[in-house]
């Protein structure tokens, strides 16, 4: 199985600040990676697909970068309602596994 | 507009099945693929296997090779996913949502449903 790590784990931030989660493949995988955001108790929700392609409805404040094996969710300007889990998948092996989440919180 | 509609929570003892529905409407159910994945208590999100919408081909996780199957009801736009032998670790919620068919790798799980909480429990 393709194991993802991210980087943060947890990440303490202010509203505007500019905010990067890393998440790292154990193999390449092109640009085979979607971002979701999670709130307590809900589903997650779909932010960005392969790698870089923003999700439509989904604000332009987020993006992503990267290939092979290393990849970026950046937040340009945090809005009070972007605290949340924030989690990678790789779509290109099955099993298609997630990475261990970071949490942005309200510093 | 797009929905997936889940069926409620259930609460089974160790070693018995759980069996539950995905309804989707506002799209057409067979141009997409339905994936399931479960989310233990502080935990990641696990994917465990996924249908064609319109072949009804599946692929699940070796994980749970043994234990899933994935159906669907194309004329109810329905897909189940009943577990077997089911034990505490078991106990999650486990979420059913959709990706476009198409370009392997490239698109994400777009729309999810609610949840379904099952709890394994004697």
């Known amino acids: 199985d393709i194991q993802l790590t991210q980087s943060p784990s947890f990440l303490s931030a202010s509203v505007e600040d500019r905010v990067t989660v890393t998440c790292r493949a154990s193999q390449g995988i092109n640009s085979s990676v979607a971002w979701y955001q999670q709130k307590p108790g809900r589903a997650p929700k779909l932010l960005i697909y392969s790698a870089s392609t923003l999700q439509s409805g989904v604000p332009s404040r987020f993006s992503g970068s990267g290939s092979g094996t290393e990849f970026t969710l950046t937040i340009s300007s945090l809005q009070p309602e972007d605290f949340a889990t924030y989690w990678c998948q790789q779509l290109i092996s099955y099993p298609q596994t997630f990475g261990p989440g970071t949490k942005v919180d309200i510093k | 507009q797009v929905q997936l509609v889940q069926s409620g929570a259930e609460v089974k003892k160790p070693g018995a099945s759980v069996k539950v529905s995905c309804k989707a409407s506002?799209?057409?159910?067979?141009?997409?693929?339905m994936h399931w994945v479960r989310q233990a208590p502080g935990q990641r999100p696990e994917w465990m296997g996924w249908?064609?919408?319109?072949?009804?081909?599946?692929k699940h996780s070796q994980k749970f090779q043994d234990r899933v199957t994935i159906s669907r009801d194309t004329s109810a736009t329905t897909v189940y996913m009943e577990l077997r032998s089911l034990t505490s670790e078991d106990t999650a919620v486990y979420y059913c949502?959709?990706?476009?068919?198409?370009?392997?790798?490239?698109?994400?799980?777009?729309?999810w449903g609610q949840g379904t909480t099952v709890i394994v429990s004697s």
């Open positions: 249908i064609n919408g319109g072949s009804g081909n599946t």
């Open positions: 506002g799209y057409s159910f067979t141009t997409y693929s």
């Open positions: 949502a959709r990706r476009p068919l198409g370009r392997v790798g490239h698109f994400g799980l777009d729309v």
